[in-house]
């Protein structure tokens, strides 16, 4: 058993965050499929881009909301809010002629990526302020399992959901995930409630975040690295259906197949780190499950069968599983507690911009006859920026992510 399902926290945190992170990808994903289905394509992408634009509306906010709230109570709030928009999805859509869905789920998916800006920092900030540092690599790798089982069950649920019950259903379950995770995460006990007044009384509003950037150094330095490779991985969602499609002529079987793949390598990933540390120090943990992940990456992309590919992404899934937790602790445990949620909301922004931003940059590529070209100039490139690691100040004398400054 992982260290942290011994304490009574971790497991109301991971049993609420899987319930509520299955339901809200099993919403995703049956929200898309919807706009496709009923009124057209042309929806996708400004419905997605709904999605991300209150993450880069409120990056800047999103730490110090984080800072002046706490992590458990923010953690709680978003749910409960999350939770409550759903209910009034359900409420408009009953009210509402079936042609005003579109702008049922784009307000609802609008409101709840606020939650979501704010939930984000806020969970990955959590496991320091419940558990003692010896359990929050473990703690922190089962809730990033929850997430990718999330993206494992999630889309598999929703198309027996959205069958079953139709739209109101999914708003229905989605809702009832984020009261339960709430209702858990307030049964949690955190360490030491005088210690979290004590961090909030000390926060200074003033202290802007590029001062806490020039604080941390090598933090800064990993999250420069972590924003330039997620850069030219960022196409992974465009390669997988290209090469199922042009390459191994297997059409959305094929899709399926590649996603499951990298969704289960990503949970063994998560549960193999939960139980067991990997050995060395940190610059070489994070350098090596890095290395796992490009030469993972390359291998998909030059892959010729379907059998090919599945082992390359369940390779680079299971290796983006240990890398998650690697960075995560390092981002946890690195700086003083105060600061954690500022550098997990540039973490979270990271996450979600870099996929506009890479579509963006490659759109003028994105074509079947240099898809093939664009997928190994990126390949390389994410190799090629490996060596950056060796330039980010103080990353060999970090020791497993604890030290603090």
């Known amino acids: 058993m992982p260290s942290a399902l011994r304490s009574r926290n971790s497991r109301l945190l991971v049993g609420g965050q899987l319930i509520s992170q299955v339901c809200d990808k099993m919403m995703s994903i049956g929200a ?18 709904l999605a ?22 923010t953690v709680m709030q978003m749910d409960l809010f999350r939770g409550l928009v759903y209910c009034a999805a359900i409420f408009a859509s009953l009210q509402l002629p079936p042609a005003a869905v579109i702008y049922v789920l784009c307000f609802a998916t609008f409101l709840s990526g606020f939650g979501s800006a704010l939930f984000n920092p806020a969970i990955l900030s959590l496991p320091v302020h419940i558990e003692p540092p010896e359990r929050v690599p473990s703690l922190t790798a089962l809730v990033d399992v ?66 806490i950037l020039r604080r941390y150094p090598t933090a800064t330095g990993m999250l420069a690295c972590f924003a330039f490779m997620n850069l030219f991985f960022a196409p992974l969602q465009v390669f997988i259906p290209w090469y199922a499609k042009h390459v191994y002529e297997n059409g959305i079987t094929g899709v399926a197949q590649l996603e499951l793949a990298i969704g289960i390598g990503s949970v063994s990933g998560g549960l193999f780190i939960a139980w067991k540390k990997l050995p060395g120090s940190f610059f070489l943990r994070t350098f090596g499950t890095l290395f796992v992940l490009c030469i993972s990456f390359l291998c998909f992309l030059r892959s010729s069968t379907i ?14 599983g240990l890398v998650n937790v690697v960075l995560l602790g390092f981002f946890q445990l690195h700086p003083k507690m105060e600061h954690v949620p500022f550098l997990m909301s540039l973490v979270n922004l990271i996450s979600v911009a870099m996929v ?50």
Request: aromatic share 12%.
């Open 52 to 73: 991300a634009l209150p993450h880069l509306l409120l990056f800047t906010l999103s730490g110090r909301f984080v800072s002046r709230h706490g992590a458990l109570r």
């Open 146 to 211: 929850c997430f990718s089982l999330g993206n494992v069950l999630g889309p598999i649920f929703s198309v027996a959901a959205y069958a079953q019950w139709g739209l109101n259903g999914l708003f229905l379950a989605n809702a009832v995930s984020y009261f339960v995770a709430a209702y858990l995460s307030y049964k949690i006990s955190p360490l030491s409630t005088t210690a979290a007044e004590e961090l909030i009384s000390e926060f200074k509003p003033g202290r802007e975040l590029l001062g």
């Open 356 to 405: 506009p931003i890479s579509m963006v940059l490659i759109g003028a590529w994105i074509d079947d006859s240099r898809m093939h070209s664009l997928s190994v100039i990126c390949g390389w490139a994410v190799l090629a920026l490996l060596p950056l690691l060796f330039l980010v100040p103080g990353i060999r004398t970090v020791k497993d992510g604890y030290s603090k400054i």
């Open 307 to 320: 059998l090919e590919g599945v082992v390359s992404l369940f390779a680079l899934g299971f290796s983006l």
């Open 32 to 49: 898309i499929w919807i706009v496709a289905d009923r009124f057209g394509g042309k929806w996708i992408p400004a419905f997605v881009a």
